[in-house]
C-alpha cells in the first residue's frame, strides 16, 4: 500500500496515500481495532451535516474566508448527496472518550477533499486545515453530542413511521376481529368473554401510546449544545455563531432545533440521551408482550391455544415436517431483547459522566441509531410478514367460549357470587356448559331469567348490568 508521511503534535505517521482522512484518524485505527465496525451511517451523516452547518455559520459571522468555507460546503456536499466518501469514515465504534476521533475524522476528510476542489493534494492541509477551518469554532465537546442529536432523530424519523404502519395493521384487524367473541385469560386461565377485536384494538393503543412518549423524549435531543465548544464557555467561537449554527442546521434538515437551555448542563450531562433510550425500552418492552402474546395465542396449531393463525413464512423445522414456528415474533423479541441491554449501556454511559463533561457520548452514538435502525426495520418485516396477515380460527373460539365457565360471572348479580361458584363448578365437574349446568342448579326457577339473553357472549364484553 503506498503511504504518505504526516505529522501531528505527537510526531510522524504514515497514512494510506489514497486517504482523505489524515493522521489523527490513521492513529484512532492503530490504537482501537475493536469491533470491525466503522461509525453508523447515521452518524456519519450528521457528523457532514454538523460540519456543513458550521462553515455556513462562520461565513456568516465573517471568521471563515468565503473561498475555504465554500469548499468545504461543497465537499460536505458531495458526501450529504452524492454519497461519495463515506467510506472514508473509519474510526471504530469503540474509541478514546467524548469521540474527539470521530470528530477529527470528519474534520481530515472535509479538508482533503476541500484542498483538492481547490487545487492542492491529500495531506498538504492548506489552504483548509482540519483544526483551524474545518473545525472553527467547534469542539469535540459539543459536536459530537450534536452529531449523536441528529442521528437519533433520523433514525427516530423511520422508527416514527414503522410504529405508524404497526399501528394501522393493528387497527385493521381489530375492526375485521370486532365480531369474534372468544374466551379472555388472565393468569393463563380461562377468564370473561372478550371479543379478539378488543385484545387487538388494545395493541394499537399500546404502540401509539409509545410513539407518543417517544416523540415528546424527541423534544431534548432538539436542543444542540454546538457553540458551546470547551465545556460550555464557547472559547474560539464568535458569540453570533451560536445562534447561526443552531438557524443552518434547522434549515438544511427541516426540524426545529433550538439552543440549550443551560451550555454548562448539557456539555455535563447526557440525560436527554438517557431519557429517550428509557422510551425506547418500554417500547421494546410494550411489544415483546405483544409478540409473546401473538406466540401464545397461535401456539398449536392441535396442542396449544390456537385462537389464531399466523403466516407461514418458512419451514420450523430441520427434523419436523410441516412444522411452521412463530418466527417473526420470535425475531421481534430478540431485537427487542438488544434494545433493552442496550439502554443499559446507555444508562451506565449517562451515570459515568464527570465533572465538567460526559465523555461517553461515543457509545450512545452507537447504540441508540444501531437500535433504532434494527427495531424500524423489524416492526417494518414484523407487521407486513406477520400482522396483516393473522387469521381468527373462529368456530374453535365460538366453542371454546361457549363452554367457558366463566360465564358463571354474568349469574352473579343475579343469584350472588357463591351460588353462580355452585354453577360454575358443576359444569366443570359434569363437563356441562354454564347453561345447563345452571338450568340443573334450577337457577331460573321464580326468577323469570333468559338464560340465553343473560349469558350471552356478546353481552358480555360491554359494561352493564343485568335487567
Not at 161 to 188: M, P, W, Y
Not at 431 to 449: D, H, M
Request: contains cysteine; charged residues 25%; aromatic residues 4%.
Amino acid at each position: 500500500m503506498k503511504t504518505r508521511t504526516e505529522q501531528d503534535s505527537l510526531g510522524k505517521l504514515e497514512v494510506p496515500a489514497a486517504a482523505l482522512y489524515g493522521i489523527q484518524t490513521q492513529r484512532a485505527v492503530e490504537n482501537f481495532p475493536i469491533s470491525g465496525r466503522p461509525p453508523h451511517p447515521d452518524f456519519v451523516w450528521a457528523a457532514v451535516l454538523v460540519k456543513k452547518a458550521a462553515a455556513l455559520a462562520n461565513l456568516a459571522t465573517g471568521h471563515l474566508e468565503e473561498r475555504l468555507g465554500r469548499a468545504i460546503v461543497a465537499a460536505a456536499d458531495e458526501i450529504l448527496t452524492e454519497g461519495c466518501w463515506r467510506e472514508q469514515f473509519v474510526v471504530d465504534r469503540f474509541q478514546a472518550g467524548a469521540g474527539t476521533s470521530h470528530n477529527m475524522n470528519a474534520n481530515e476528510v472535509l479538508a482533503n477533499r476541500a484542498n483538492e476542489l481547490l487545487g492542492a493534494g491529500r495531506g498538504e492541509y492548506s489552504p483548509v486545515h482540519p483544526n483551524d477551518h474545518v473545525n472553527m469554532s467547534q469542539s469535540s465537546n459539543d459536536t459530537v453530542p450534536a452529531m449523536t442529536r441528529l442521528a437519533i432523530l433520523r433514525g427516530w424519523e423511520r422508527l416514527q413511521e414503522s410504529l405508524r404502519e404497526l399501528e394501522q395493521a393493528f387497527a385493521e384487524k381489530a375492526r375485521d376481529f370486532d365480531r369474534i367473541v372468544k374466551s379472555g385469560r388472565t393468569h393463563l386461565q380461562d377468564a370473561v368473554p372478550i371479543r379478539l377485536g378488543q385484545e387487538f384494538g388494545a395493541y394499537r393503543t399500546t404502540v401509539g401510546k409509545a410513539a407518543v412518549r417517544l416523540e415528546q423524549a424527541t423534544g431534548d435531543l432538539r436542543a444542540l449544545n454546538l457553540g458551546a465548544t470547551a465545556l460550555g464557555t464557547g472559547i474560539n467561537s464568535p458569540p453570533e455563531y451560536r445562534a447561526q449554527v443552531v438557524e443552518e442546521l434547522s434549515r438544511l434538515t427541516g426540524w426545529p432545533l433550538r439552543a440549550p437551555q443551560d451550555y454548562f448542563q448539557i456539555t455535563q450531562s447526557h440525560d436527554d440521551f438517557v431519557r429517550f433510550s428509557g422510551e425506547l425500552r418500554n417500547l421494546a418492552v410494550e411489544l415483546t408482550k405483544i409478540a409473546n402474546d401473538l406466540r401464545l395465542l397461535s401456539s398449536g396449531p392441535r396442542a396449544g391455544l390456537g385462537d389464531i393463525s399466523l403466516p407461514p413464512v418458512q419451514p420450523g423445522s430441520s427434523i419436523m415436517p410441516g412444522k411452521v414456528n412463530p418466527v417473526m415474533a420470535e425475531m421481534l423479541n430478540m431485537v427487542c431483547f438488544d434494545v433493552i441491554g442496550g439502554d443499559l449501556t446507555v444508562s451506565l454511559a449517562g451515570l459515568h459522566g464527570q465533572l465538567d463533561l460526559n465523555v461517553f457520548a461515543p457509545v450512545m452514538a452507537h447504540v441508540l441509531p444501531e437500535r433504532l435502525d434494527n427495531l424500524s426495520r423489524a416492526l417494518t418485516v414484523f407487521t407486513d410478514r406477520c400482522v396483516r396477515g393473522i387469521e381468527a380460527d373462529e368456530i374453535r373460539l365460538s366453542d371454546q367460549v361457549a363452554r367457558n365457565t366463566s360465564l358463571a360471572t354474568a349469574l352473579a348479580p343475579v343469584i350472588g357470587y357463591a351460588r353462580a361458584a355452585t354453577v360454575a363448578k358443576r359444569a366443570v365437574s359434569e363437563n356441562l356448559s354454564v347453561r345447563e349446568a345452571a338450568e340443573r342448579e334450577g337457577v331460573g326457577e321464580g326468577l323469570n331469567l333468559d338464560l340465553d339473553e343473560l349469558l350471552d357472549p356478546r353481552r358480555l364484553t360491554e359494561p352493564g348490568m343485568p335487567k
